[in-house]
Protein backbone atom coordinates (compact mmCIF):
# COMPACT_ATOMS: atom_id res chain seq x y z
CA UNK A 1 0.00 0.00 0.00
CA UNK A 2 2.49 2.50 0.63
CA UNK A 3 4.18 2.37 -2.65
CA UNK A 4 1.01 3.16 -4.29
CA UNK A 5 0.94 6.25 -2.50
CA UNK A 6 4.31 7.09 -3.22
CA UNK A 7 3.40 6.94 -6.95
CA UNK A 8 0.41 8.24 -6.66
CA UNK A 9 2.34 11.61 -6.11
CA UNK A 10 4.65 11.65 -8.90
CA UNK A 11 1.99 13.22 -11.34
CA UNK A 12 1.13 16.29 -8.79
CA UNK A 13 4.93 16.54 -8.21
CA UNK A 14 5.74 16.57 -11.78
CA UNK A 15 2.99 19.30 -12.75
CA UNK A 16 4.73 21.81 -10.66
CA UNK A 17 7.87 21.57 -12.74
CA UNK A 18 5.83 21.91 -15.82
CA UNK A 19 4.07 24.73 -14.88
CA UNK A 20 6.54 26.82 -13.96
CA UNK A 21 9.05 25.88 -16.81
CA UNK A 22 5.87 26.38 -19.20
CA UNK A 23 5.56 30.21 -17.40
CA UNK A 24 9.32 31.06 -17.99
CA UNK A 25 9.04 30.06 -21.48
CA UNK A 26 6.50 32.61 -22.00
CA UNK A 27 9.41 35.08 -21.48
CA UNK A 28 11.90 33.57 -23.07
CA UNK A 29 13.11 35.88 -25.01
CA UNK A 30 13.46 38.52 -22.20
CA UNK A 31 15.43 36.13 -20.03
CA UNK A 32 17.98 35.46 -22.75
CA UNK A 33 18.51 39.39 -23.15
CA UNK A 34 18.91 39.80 -19.54
CA UNK A 35 21.52 36.54 -19.31
CA UNK A 36 18.90 34.93 -16.75
CA UNK A 37 20.26 31.60 -16.28
CA UNK A 38 16.76 29.53 -16.18
CA UNK A 39 16.36 25.76 -17.40
CA UNK A 40 14.69 27.39 -20.45
CA UNK A 41 17.53 29.28 -21.03
CA UNK A 42 19.94 26.74 -20.79
CA UNK A 43 19.04 24.42 -22.69
CA UNK A 44 17.58 26.06 -25.43
CA UNK A 45 13.82 26.87 -26.34
CA UNK A 46 12.91 24.31 -28.51
CA UNK A 47 14.74 21.43 -25.94
CA UNK A 48 13.16 22.86 -23.37
CA UNK A 49 9.46 22.98 -24.74
CA UNK A 50 10.05 18.96 -26.07
CA UNK A 51 10.91 18.43 -22.47
CA UNK A 52 7.75 19.73 -20.98
CA UNK A 53 6.02 17.83 -23.45
CA UNK A 54 7.73 14.62 -21.95
CA UNK A 55 6.92 15.37 -18.79
CA UNK A 56 3.25 15.89 -19.31
CA UNK A 57 2.79 12.55 -21.49
CA UNK A 58 4.66 11.17 -18.16
CA UNK A 59 2.19 12.75 -16.33
CA UNK A 60 -0.52 11.26 -17.95
CA UNK A 61 1.10 7.70 -18.38
CA UNK A 62 1.80 7.66 -14.77
CA UNK A 63 -1.82 8.38 -14.23
CA UNK A 64 -3.62 6.34 -15.87
CA UNK A 65 -1.13 3.30 -15.11
CA UNK A 66 -1.43 3.78 -11.26
CA UNK A 67 -5.16 5.36 -10.70
CA UNK A 68 -7.10 3.63 -13.62
CA UNK A 69 -6.41 -0.29 -12.53
CA UNK A 70 -6.52 1.02 -8.60
CA UNK A 71 -8.95 3.80 -7.71
CA UNK A 72 -10.89 4.23 -11.13
CA UNK A 73 -13.91 6.01 -10.89
CA UNK A 74 -16.03 7.42 -13.02
CA UNK A 75 -14.94 11.21 -12.16
CA UNK A 76 -11.47 10.31 -13.33
CA UNK A 77 -12.87 10.41 -16.82
CA UNK A 78 -12.72 14.04 -16.87
CA UNK A 79 -8.95 14.00 -16.32
CA UNK A 80 -8.23 11.59 -19.38
CA UNK A 81 -10.86 13.44 -21.38
CA UNK A 82 -8.41 16.90 -20.64
CA UNK A 83 -5.95 15.11 -22.86
CA UNK A 84 -7.22 17.01 -25.47
CA UNK A 85 -5.52 19.93 -24.05
CA UNK A 86 -1.97 18.13 -23.50
CA UNK A 87 -2.43 17.62 -27.21
CA UNK A 88 -2.79 20.95 -27.79
CA UNK A 89 -0.09 22.09 -25.03
Partial sequence: ?????????????????????????????EDKNKDVGTLPVRLGEKT???LNIAVLVIIYLTSSLIFVPRYFNPVMLVVFLAAKTLVQA
Fill in 1 to 29: MPWYVALAGIPFGLSVPVSTSGSILISFN
Fill in 48 to 50: ARY
